[in-house]
């Protein structure tokens, strides 16, 4: 019954991370893009947790908050290039 | 055209510790747990790549004066040293040591050398990420 109520969770975020598939494809600015690698990282980290409760295990803890910084760092560094043009400047209150 | 980043470096300022604790409890957890050098390695580098994007790389340089490439040499010096220890001991090289320890404060603690090579293998992984990500960054 438990079980059940996890793979029916599951089988919604997957329905909703094709949906984001769907905007990263087809969305017409690369900011849409952006956003939607965002949501799916997180639908991943809501992924992850369900898994590990199927299975049991508390091994993918980390993965969880592992998989949440990276989505943060990444999105950061690609709003910055799209925002600036450059990931790092070199002196930020230089002519550079 | 100078821009505002107050929101970006407000949380990195907060988000930064939270991302070395991590770093430093998987390093840790390594022998029990999931974790280890490697992926403690990449996220501290993966906290200092926050620094950057939220600052400049002159401004990291000035927080962090470190020598990325003698972080490397201090890692393999780590890792060759406990590989070289064993052989003092009559041991072949890479035997490692364990012993368990009753400090003050952790209580019963197992103390081994490994944890040592793998300091080594962290030192490696932050340098190398961190000079390749310096080297591309600079370049014009």
Known sequence: MFDAVLWISVTFI??????????????????????????????????????????????????ILLIGILAFIGTVAFSKFLEKGVIMEYDRNGDR | MKTNDIILQTVTKFTLFVIILFSIHLFFAGHYYPGGGFIGGLMTSGAIVLLLLA???????MILPVDYLKVVAVGLLFAIGTGAGALFFDKPFLTHAYTYAYLPLLGKTSLHTAV???????????GVTMTIIQ?????E
């Open chain 2, 116 to 126: 040592l090579f793998d300091t080594g293998v962290f030192l490696v992984v932050i």
């Open chain 1, 14 to 63: 997957s329905l909703a991370m094709i949906g984001l598939i769907y905007r990263v494809i087809k969305g017409p600015t690369v900011a849409d893009r952006v956003v939607a690698l965002d949501a799916i990282g997180i639908s991943l980290v809501s992924v992850v947790a369900l898994v590990s409760i199927v299975l049991e295990t508390s091994a993918f803890l980390d993965i």
């Open chain 2, 135 to 139: 080297t591309i960054g600079e370049s």
């Open chain 2, 55 to 61: 600052f400049d790389i002159k401004t990291v340089k």
